[in-house]
């Protein structure tokens, strides 16, 4: 945490606001008093004029630590860096080992990256203030940040406001224009020149609340003070801001005990810009705490006033906070954003803008001093703040950020050396406005089908029902990445693209072969709509019938898993399904059930993953009730990759027949999409016959790749439907699959408690059976710092009749647990074990609630496998 009243002096007083001394030049001995009586009252301006004398007389060192340090609280960083360099080169004994973590700070906010980071890194190798080594870190990673982030973003253009009217050498601070923008309202003084308060009775040595008339073809008018409903003598007036229908201001009355605030507290005054009332402290808001930078805004569907204070029990030094408004001026209790946005550092200046928070801070790695950030709200939580780039932040200290109603323009106040200034090049703020210009770049695909006409002849036509797929390769592989937009009455198809994006375009259609073509958007620099056309050729009739022979491995093409994930999707239910119909009509037949992972992890764990997604098929299965002897669930991890059939390279343009997609040819497919397409392609299930008929047939609809969609009469094609047990439950997507809990019977209750998180939950016939009862099944682990573990654990006891045997205990990664101690032991009735669980936050990004299923190799009196669940929760700190 900076000096609280350093970051209010820069951000609500300037440092050439100075109190009446008499000068003196009697005495080195005067002149060192009079220094100390000024730096204690914060009189840095008059501070530095006594010290700096008092050196040129003597030329003392032991007045260099203080010259150093009133430069850097004045802002004057080009002096103060040479001072600190003196100081530094003089201290042989390391005295002042504290002054390299101030002197690194004076080179980051001049731009000098690779400079502070070499001095950051002294400091935290000799420092001993544990906090502000703390601190230096956080410096240190600006600085890297700084030299690693891209320049100024395209199409955002800064500019100084006039320096005739608006931007004098004195600071302006907070602007706020009116809903019309007619109007520019903004705090500032009178002058161009260091303001000595030499007299409590004159408006002029206050900080007053101004408006500027502003026009297109004149520009800002001079600025006029507001009258004394706002502007009350014997106050600063300063931070305003107005509701988003300006019929209300928020400002801070402030008072001064020497050159210290001693009071800020939030007025809100009515009216509009032609008829503002007398002003009113708001309620609630305002106590024995400063209470600074009041900005409407939205949380949970309510106004709310955001402001920063210095109140007991924040995070650091200046916090945010809000307060809902309940009408007629009145607020409820103030309540603090939280480490979300608050940290040990200091936020100020918060401004709410279409679901969006918009500060400045000094706790987060930054460019400079203090850097604007932005937070989305999700009407929940905060997503972690991030820096608005070099667009907008420089080594200086960027505040009040602003937006007007459309979103594309703006302002903000910044101390940056080409403004002007009163005392050195950093010292004081302009405010500098911003617009983002509205280019825009996009897409107009056309699909046709190439058809074959009676005289032999192609003819283009456009195509009803297909699918044009838009694939980003410049962000990485996935759903956030792709667009895709189905025409069944049109074959014109529109997407926005981005700047200096890499496209993959893929248009395709059931009854035609699919067209891939690639495009960029590199170097494009004014607005532009780009025009595709997709020709498509018709695919030829299928064979209604396929002969599947022994030993012939069959893909089932609606099996497919996720990256690192063996669950059963809902699409899989599809062919799943199928084999439960083909092993219902031939009851002969043993198959294999081979599982497939791409190249990406370890050769072992793909290996273990590939069997776990074939144990979880065989176990769909077995609920349906086929017998476990019937198949065999077989995993081959990375060693078989895919051989491309005809078919797949009819239906994937980038491939050919005969290609084998191991890692090393997937590393040459040219986008991360098909590279992506080519490992899901190895993500597989495949069936075969082992045993039984030579050979059966099937028709090519029961195999075919569907959407999640009722195939209607393709189930069972070859025979009559086979309806599967009465108990067999639909399977959720993306979770395990578990056998349905029936509604408890309470007309014979069971004879042992049964939990509702057990298969057998419900079911009056438990002879013989196991019964797992657990001393608890669900578990709050608290909250967990993002990347730490936690270890707990279950005990249960066999509460049954029947030996107990668990078969496989599943979990997401995030979760291990001791199941090779546990799989296969057999638990007689009475005894009792312990599932111990470790649980790994790396990967997580949210509060969850974890699932582990156990499955047991014992079946219930009904035939279907007897499943077990637990969960534990957690909340994520980040």
């Not at 291990?816 to 057999?826: R, S």
């Amino acid at each position: 945490m900076r000096n609280i009243f350093s970051l209010i002096f820069c951000l609500l007083l300037p440092s050439y606001l100075v109190l009446a001394q008499p000068i003196s030049t009697s005495s080195y001995e005067t002149k060192l008093q009079l220094g100390e009586e000024a730096l204690a009252s914060k009189d840095y301006a008059n501070a530095l004029t006594q010290y700096e004398e008092a050196y040129d007389d003597r030329k003392d060192d032991a007045l260099v630590p203080l010259l150093a340090e009133i430069n850097m609280q004045l802002r004057d960083y080009r002096t103060a860096e040479r001072w600190y360099k003196q100081l530094l080169r003089r201290d042989k004994d390391n005295v002042f080992t504290e002054a390299h973590y101030d002197f690194a700070r004076i080179l980051k906010m001049q731009g000098k990256y690779d400079e502070a980071i070499e001095e950051f890194q002294t400091y935290l190798a000799i420092g001993t203030d544990a906090q502000k080594k703390q601190l230096a870190q956080i410096e240190l990673n600006g600085a890297e940040l700084g030299m690693s982030m891209p320049g100024n973003a395209k199409g955002v253009t800064v500019e100084a406001l006039d320096r005739k009217t608006i931007n004098t050498p004195v600071s302006q601070y907070t602007p706020a224009l009116n809903p019309a923008g007619t109007i520019l309202y903004f705090a500032s003084w009178v002058g161009k020149d260091i303001i000595i308060m030499d007299d409590e009775n004159d408006p002029e040595k206050y900080a007053r609340i101004y408006m500027s008339a502003v026009s297109e073809k004149d520009g800002y008018g001079d600025p006029v003070p507001l009258g004394p409903e706002i502007n009350r003598p014997g106050y600063h007036s300063a931070n305003v801001s107005l509701s988003p229908d300006g019929r209300r201001m928020y400002f801070n009355r402030i008072k001064l005990t020497g050159n210290v605030p001693s009071e800020s507290k939030i007025y809100l005054s009515e009216g509009g810009d032609d008829d503002w009332k007398s002003a009113n402290e708001v309620v609630g808001v305002n106590g024995d705490y400063l209470a600074l930078q009041p900005s409407v805004g939205e949380l949970y569907g309510k106004e709310v006033l955001f402001f920063t204070s210095n109140m007991e029990g924040g995070e650091g030094g200046l916090d945010i906070y809000y307060a809902t408004y309940q009408g007629e001026g009145v607020y409820g209790d103030p309540v603090n954003l939280g480490p979300s946005i608050n940290t040990p550092g200091d936020e100020y200046t918060p401004f709410w803008f279409d679901g969006t928070l918009y500060f400045s801070s000094d706790g987060y790695p930054s460019l400079g001093g203090q850097d604007v950030f932005y937070a989305v709200w999700n009407g929940t939580n905060w997503s972690a703040p991030n820096n608005m780039g070099k667009a907008y932040n420089t080594a200086a200290d960027e505040i009040s950020f602003r937006l007007f109603d459309d979103g594309y323009r703006g302002f903000f106040t910044s101390n940056r050396p080409e403004g002007r200034s009163v005392q050195g090049k950093t010292c004081c703020d302009d405010i500098y406005s911003f617009a983002i210009a509205r280019q825009f770049v996009d897409l107009v695909v056309g699909a046709f089908g190439e058809n074959i006409q009676e005289d032999g002849k192609t003819k283009r036509e456009p195509l009803m029902g297909a699918t044009v797929q838009l694939i980003d390769g410049s962000v990485a592989a996935g759903v956030e990445g792709t667009q895709s937009l189905t025409m069944n009455n049109g074959n014109v198809f529109n997407y926005g693209l981005t700047f200096e994006h890499a496209y993959t375009l893929i248009a395709t259609h059931p009854d035609y072969f699919p067209d891939t073509m690639t495009f960029n958007t590199v170097g494009i620099t004014d607005s532009k709509t780009i025009e595709q056309r997709m020709y498509l050729k018709p695919r030829p009739k299928e064979p209604e019938f396929i002969t599947v022979e022994i030993e012939q491995p069959i893909e089932l093409e609606n099996i497919l898993y996720d990256f690192d994930d063996d669950r059963i999707t809902k699409q899989s239910e599809i062919d799943l399904q199928t084999i439960f119909e083909l092993m219902n009509e031939y009851p002969d037949m043993k198959i294999e059930l081979g599982s497939h992972t791409d190249a990406r992890g370890e050769d072992n764990y793909n290996k273990d993953l590939s069997q776990r997604r074939a144990e979880s098929a065989r176990r769909w299965l077995m609920r349906m009730g086929i017998g476990r002897d019937r198949i065999v669930a077989q995993g081959y991890g990375e060693t078989v990759p895919k051989t491309v059939t005809a078919k797949l390279a009819e239906k994937l343009a980038f491939l050919k027949e005969g290609d084998i997609l191991t890692e090393d040819f997937i590393k040459t497919l040219a986008t991360e999409a098909e590279q992506e397409e080519a490992h899901q392609q190895n993500r597989r299930t495949e069936f075969k016959i082992i045993e039984g008929p030579t050979s059966i047939k099937i028709k090519t609809t029961r195999l075919k790749k569907q959407d999640d969609k009722d195939r209607g009469n393709d189930i069972g094609a070859a025979s009559s439907p086979v309806s599967p047990p009465a108990a067999a439950p639909a399977v959720k997507a993306s979770t395990p699959v578990r056998p349905a809990v029936a509604a408890p019977r309470t007309t014979q209750p069971d004879p042992v408690k049964v939990s509702t998180m057990s298969s057998l939950h419900g079911q009056t016939n438990l002879k013989g059976l196991p019964i797992m009862q657990f001393t608890e099944r669900t578990k709050s682990i608290g909250t967990v710092p993002k990347g730490e573990k936690r270890t707990f654990s279950y005990t249960f006891t066999n509460k049954g009749t029947g030996n107990l045997v668990i078969d496989l205990i599943s979990a997401c990664d995030c979760t291990t647990t001791n199941q090779d101690e546990l799989v296969g032991k057999t638990f007689k009735p009475g005894q009792s074990g312990t599932l111990h669980v470790v649980f790994d936050s790396s990967e997580k990004d949210e509060d969850e609630t974890i699932d582990i299923d156990i499955y047991l190799r014992n079946n219930d009196n009904q035939g279907h496998p007897i499943v077990e669940m637990l969960n534990y929760s957690f909340k994520l700190k980040l």
